[in-house]
C-alpha cells in the first residue's frame, strides 16, 4: 500500500503565473481534498474532489481549480498567482462511501510554493 | 466565521502531568470532529474522531455539544506527545475547518 505523495516538493513562481500541483491519492481510495497552509495557520479548505467530480469547496476564489482523474490522482491549479498565495499546499486522500460522510483522510507531505 | 478555535498557540507540561488542548467549534449542525497531530518532520495524521470514541496513545476527547467544545485530553503526557495538534471539523456538505492548532511541548 503506497501513502499519498505530492509533486513538485518545492516551487518558485512569480505574481501573475499559473501553477500545476500533483497528488497520487493512496491505493484504493477515490476522494481528494485540497488544503492551503499558511505559516503558523491551519489548513485551509480549498476543495473535494469524490471519483472525478468537485464534491466541496471552501472560501477561494475561481483561479483555484482542480481536476481529478479516473485513478484518482488529481491536481490543483492556481491561476493569477499572488503574493499571498505562498504557502504550503497540503493534498489528502480518502474512501468515501456513498453517504460521503468524513472519512478519515491521509495526507501527503505537501507542496511549498512561494509566490514572488 | 471562525469555525474552530484553538485557544493556546503554545502550551508546556511536565511528563506524567495530565494534559488538555482545548477546542471550540460553531456549527449549527451535526458536525464530525477530530483531532489531528503533526509529529516533528511528519505528515500530518488523524489522531482520533469523536464518532468512534476510541482512545489513541491514550487521548480521549468528548464532544460537548452544549459547549460546543471538543477538548482533547491526556492524564498523564509523555515525551513523545510534543508536537502540533489541530482540531478540525468536517460538516455533512463536506466542508473542512482546521483550528489554528496548538504546538505542545512535554517537559521530561
Known amino acids: 500500500e503506497t501513502g499519498v505523495t505530492q509533486s513538485p516538493t518545492h516551487l518558485i513562481k512569480t505574481r501573475g503565473q499559473q501553477v500545476t500541483l500533483r497528488c497520487s491519492s493512496q491505493?484504493?481510495?477515490?476522494?481528494v481534498s485540497w488544503y492551503q497552509q499558511a505559516l503558523g495557520q491551519g489548513p485551509q479548505f480549498i476543495f473535494q474532489?469524490?471519483?472525478?467530480?468537485?464534491?466541496g469547496r471552501g472560501n477561494f476564489p475561481p483561479r483555484f481549480s482542480g481536476l481529478q482523474f479516473p485513478n484518482y490522482s488529481s491536481e490543483l491549479n492556481v491561476n493569477a498567482l499572488e503574493l499571498d498565495d505562498s504557502a504550503l499546499y497540503l493534498c489528502?486522500?480518502?474512501?468515501?462511501?456513498?453517504?460521503?460522510?468524513?472519512?478519515?483522510?491521509?495526507f501527503g507531505p505537501g507542496t511549498r510554493l512561494l509566490v514572488l | 466565521a471562525q469555525r474552530v478555535t484553538q485557544p493556546e498557540k503554545l502550551l508546556s507540561v511536565f511528563k506524567g502531568a495530565p494534559v488538555e488542548l482545548k477546542c471550540n467549534y460553531s456549527?449549527?449542525?451535526?458536525?464530525?470532529l477530530f483531532w489531528y497531530v503533526q509529529y516533528s518532520r511528519q505528515r500530518l495524521q488523524l489522531l482520533l474522531r469523536?464518532?468512534s470514541r476510541e482512545s489513541i496513545k491514550g487521548f480521549t476527547a468528548d464532544l460537548n455539544k452544549g459547549e460546543t467544545s471538543f477538548h482533547l485530553k491526556k492524564p498523564f503526557a509523555q515525551e513523545e506527545d510534543s508536537a502540533m495538534y489541530y482540531c478540525?471539523?468536517?460538516?455533512?456538505?463536506?466542508?473542512?475547518?482546521f483550528g489554528t492548532g496548538t504546538s505542545l511541548t512535554v517537559i521530561p
Open positions: 489528502a486522500s480518502s474512501l468515501a462511501d456513498r453517504g460521503l460522510k468524513g472519512e478519515t483522510q491521509y
Open positions: 491505493s484504493g481510495h477515490n476522494t
Open positions: 474532489y469524490y471519483r472525478e467530480e468537485e464534491n
Open positions: 456549527y449549527s449542525g451535526s458536525p464530525e
Open positions: 469523536h464518532i
Open positions: 478540525a471539523l468536517s460538516t455533512p456538505g463536506n466542508q473542512f475547518y
